[in-house]
């Protein structure tokens, strides 16, 4: 059984940085065409691709946000790290990780964990 | 960016109804698109990918369709569960991209 849950604050300060853990079992971040991302959802909003890292280490970001973000993985631990630096309030969503198992698809997700970006 | 049009945003429709939701891409991404099924509260539920192949799991009344540009996926008769959002997600290119979202209530 796979299963993902994120992890981190729930409310950071306007231009502080936030890092996000996703925390996996049921497969390896080390298994070729494996890899997980991150996407996020303002409320009431669309779903928005954040980044993807895969099993041989390769790094995907979105442009718009590229400067902002960075993913890692630590394979002995099942976890994949993203960090988003200067957040503001239009930062707030519900953040998922999702697996990606041979093509760019989000096979399964975690449950989500709403940041609030807030003063 | 490739940029992913669904419609309509919302539709109405009765328990045993036949759905159809289509999605566009702004340029051709050949048969790489997933739907998903996301309820309040809830993560996102793979359903579709490829276009047309089915996630493990899912029921047989809910199928995809279409290659380059346009796409739909069908609901061939709606049970209560499926009253829920739907999201198409291109897998071409980078950046991914999702669509809007189409939110299915009943009518």
């Known amino acids: 059984q796979i299963t993902l849950k994120e992890s981190g604050p729930t409310l950071v300060k306007p231009t502080q940085t936030l890092t996000l853990t996703c925390t996996f079992s049921?497969?390896?971040?080390?298994?070729?065409?494996?890899?997980v991302g991150w996407i996020r959802q303002p409320p009431g909003k669309a779903l928005e691709w954040l980044a993807l890292?895969?099993?041989?280490?390769?790094?995907r970001y979105s442009p718009s946000l590229k400067s902002r973000l960075t993913i890692t993985k630590d394979t002995s631990k099942n976890q994949v790290v993203l960090t988003m630096t200067n957040l503001d309030p239009v930062d707030t969503a519900t953040y998922y990780c999702?697996?990606?198992?041979?093509?760019?698809?989000?096979?399964?997700w975690g449950q989500g964990t709403l940041i609030t970006v807030s003063s | 960016d490739i940029q992913m049009t669904q419609s309509p945003s919302s539709v109405s429709a009765s328990i045993g109804d036949r759905v159809t939701i289509t999605c566009r891409a702004s340029?051709?991404?050949?048969?790489?698109l997933a739907w998903y099924q996301q309820k309040p509260g809830k993560a996102p539920k793979l359903l579709i990918y490829a276009a047309s192949s089915l996630q493990s799991g899912v029921p047989s009344r809910f199928s995809g369709s279409g290659s380059g540009t346009d796409f739909t996926l069908t609901i061939s008769s709606l049970q209560p569960e499926d009253f829920a959002t739907y999201y198409c997600?291109?897998?071409?290119?980078?950046?991914?991209?999702f669509g809007q979202g189409t939110r299915l209530e009943i009518k």
């Open positions: 999702a697996q990606i198992l041979n093509w760019n698809y989000f096979d399964s």
């Open positions: 049921g497969f390896s971040l080390s298994t070729s065409g494996v890899g």
């Open positions: 340029q051709g991404i050949s048969s790489w």
């Open positions: 997600q291109q897998a071409n290119s980078f950046p991914i991209t």
């Open positions: 890292i895969y099993w041989d280490d390769d790094k």
